[in-house]
């Protein structure tokens, strides 16, 4: 056997991280690439938001209230569009990862915990700007006309982000992906239906209306309404409905995860 | 060479649940490459991913060039490479992609397209992880613990599965690392690869160290080599035995072939030899019959299958 430090130094070490932005920029742009590149994510990202936009937003299937149905979807479809990347998208994704072993590899290299869930956030807000430019404009084209303030909008989709990546990444770190997999679909259905997105939450039972209502889909799309079809100011009770979630949920989320 | 150890790890234990899987397992492991070799469940994994940082011990302490691999993980995780026994790829992800990503995570990396062309990984062109053959991935993986330029890389069974040439592309390059000061931890089935590419090799069973030394020394110790010859049927084996030192065996196996056991050094070669030419017999087809590692790994763990 050759001594060792006879080699051509190809290998020889020479350890060291990346600079942390470097780190964080690559593994989001990494992880975003990932989501654009896989046909279900796409489906449930931007697929099914512009359809039932486009479907409930000309055809006259659901009795919107008064005005035009558009000004009453828009905001709906938004807060679907978030719950679909921050929580759909992201748990079935941070699942399959887990699953895979590339959280356990990424937890071996350079890269911090905190840096990859940087990095994922990132790439959440990415691809949330992609759908919510994409949406906006086939509302336009649909004659929406929204109104408020655009603070006020900003503050709930920030905040309903942050509550649906804590429940997407609780429901990831700590089910199977497969069982991930379907709740989160499941989740995606049932919220779709009940959560005020294409149905008018006062179409329910009063009873049941309470309930509905503190749901995180209901506070962001009740919000996004209150904001941009009747030009409300700060939804306090909204906002507050999700930074409660956001907290439970980042909150549960970072004492149960389990990276393998 | 450097002498201090590259890995100590002292009275490690670690259970899952009531399953003890370390039980007060001491290795050092120095510069260059150690192999670890066990029967399926004996420890290996185990104890490599707490070096690596991923499980805490429940007792005992691990140090890892001199760090423990979970208080100062930020401190050690740039200067190791990790590959996994299985996965860690974005299934999506091309093999490119990937290597490269880990590339980005590194201050100083290896040429990604140079470490590509070697490992082969080319003709993978543009299609996904998922897709990739099973030995295909592997080598991706390979490439991935060593693209960051690391000191010490551990490797959990890096040629299983793998077709002979991608095998000897696997070795070639751990030669290449370890000539070039990179000190490899390898976990491996195979006592072909322990025995051609270790300096030192470790055999755990049952969650502890049973044997520790080169290969050479470990094949040396203990087991009895064997010397055999053939000549002239009728051989007077009483008086070969009286001319071998007093622990040695010599037997006619069937006619005309003979064996001599016991400590096989060149003074019992020659031993034989003269009292051949003593006795007028010319020994054909001597030969020495060296225990191999797989010899000793199964003298020491046991030759029944595990559960």
């Known amino acids: 056997m050759t001594a060792v430090g006879t080699g051509s130094g190809t290998y020889t070490p020479r350890p060291g991280a990346a600079p942390l932005p470097r780190m964080i920029g690559a593994q989001a742009a990494l992880e975003t690439k990932m989501l654009l590149r896989n046909g279900e994510q796409l489906l449930l990202t931007v697929v099914i938001p512009t359809l039932l936009l486009v479907l409930f937003g000309s055809v006259d299937i659901v009795d919107t209230g008064a005005g035009e149905a558009v000004d009453f979807l828009a905001p709906g479809i938004l807060a679907l569009a978030v719950m679909s990347t921050a929580f759909t998208g992201q748990a079935i994704a941070t699942g399959f990862e887990r699953r895979y072993g590339v959280l356990k590899r990424l937890a071996s290299s350079p890269l911090p915990r905190w840096g990859l869930m940087t990095a994922k956030t990132v790439s959440v807000l990415v691809t949330e700007v992609l759908q919510i430019v994409l949406l906006t404009v086939i509302a336009f084209a649909l004659g929406w006309s929204p109104q408020g303030n655009p603070l006020a909008v900003l503050l709930l989709l920030v905040l309903g982000t942050a509550a649906f990546s804590g429940l997407g990444l609780l429901m990831a770190g700590t089910l199977k992906a497969e069982a991930t997999l379907a709740a989160a679909n499941l989740v995606f259905l049932l919220l779709l239906v009940g959560g005020g997105v294409i149905v008018p939450l006062d179409k329910f039972p009063a009873a049941a209306q309470d309930v509905l209502g503190l749901l995180p889909i209901s506070a962001l799309s009740d919000g996004l309404r209150d904001v941009l079809q009747h030009g409300a100011g700060m939804p306090w009770g909204d906002l507050g409905i999700l930074a409660v979630w956001a907290v439970v949920g980042l909150a549960a989320a970072g004492r149960f995860f389990r990276w393998e | ?307």
């Open chain 2, 1 to 307: 060479m450097r002498t201090e150890p590259v890995l100590q790890v002292q009275a490690l234990v670690k259970r899952y649940g009531d399953k003890t899987a370390v039980n007060g397992l001491d290795l050092v492991a120095r510069a260059g490459v150690t192999a670890v070799l066990g029967p399926n469940g004996a420890g290996k994994t185990t104890t490599v991913e707490t070096c690596e940082g991923y499980r805490r011990p429940d007792s005992g302490t691990v140090r890892v060039l001199g760090l423990d691999p979970v208080r100062q993980s930020a401190a050690l995780r740039p200067r190791i490479g990790v590959m996994l026994q299985s996965g860690g790829v974005y299934s999506g992800a091309r093999a490119d992609e990937m290597l490269r990503h880990v590339a980005k995570l590194h201050a100083a990396p290896l040429d990604v397209d140079a470490l590509i062309e070697r490992l082969g990984l080319g003709s993978c062109g543009r299609t996904s992880y998922r897709r990739l053959s099973g030995g295909q991935q592997q080598r991706l993986a390979l490439a991935m613990a060593v693209v960051g330029r690391p000191e010490l890389v551990f490797l959990d069974e890096p040629t299983a599965g793998l077709d002979p040439q991608a095998r000897r592309a696997t070795w070639d390059l751990i030669r290449d690392l370890r000539a070039d000061g990179v000190s490899v931890i390898l976990t491996t089935h195979y006592m072909d690869e322990a025995e051609q590419l270790s300096d030192d090799v470790a055999i755990i069973d049952a969650g502890r160290v049973i044997a520790h030394g080169s290969p050479e020394d470990l094949c040396r110790g203990g087991a009895e080599n064997t010397l055999r010859f053939t000549g002239r049927p009728g051989l007077d084996v009483g008086s070969l035995l009286k001319a071998l030192p007093a622990d040695c065996t010599a037997a006619e196996l069937t006619p005309g072939s003979y064996r001599v056991g016991g400590k096989v050094d060149p003074q019992l070669l020659a031993t034989v030899t003269s009292w051949c030419a003593q006795h007028g017999v010319m020994p054909d087809r001597i030969s020495v019959e060296r225990h191999t590692l797989e010899d000793v790994f199964l003298e020491l763990t046991g030759k029944e299958l595990r559960a």
